[in-house]
């Protein structure tokens, strides 16, 4: 059987972390900066832990990715 692909569209938004975990990136950081607040642009950089629900899908997608 041959091996699974990773999703190439996935390989720059989402990264796997030594033990395992899917980080993902938050949305609306990327232009429009200047009326946002710097709270908001520094919660916005935080790279949060991905849902449990979504892990086990995201792993496959991103089977070969380490």
């Given at each position: 059987m041959?091996?699974?692909?990773t999703h190439s569209s996935l390989k720059g938004r989402f990264k796997?972390?030594?033990?395992?975990?899917?980080r993902r990136y938050k949305a609306y950081r990327n232009h429009l900066l200047s009326?946002?607040?710097n709270?908001?642009?520094?919660?916005?950089a935080t790279s949060?832990?991905?849902a449990?629900?979504?892990v086990r899908r995201m792993k496959?997608?991103?089977?070969?990715?380490k």
């Open positions: 041959p091996k699974m692909k796997i972390t030594g033990t395992g975990k899917v009326h946002k607040s709270r908001t642009k520094r919660v916005l949060p832990v991905m449990a629900g979504d496959q997608q991103l089977a070969n990715l």
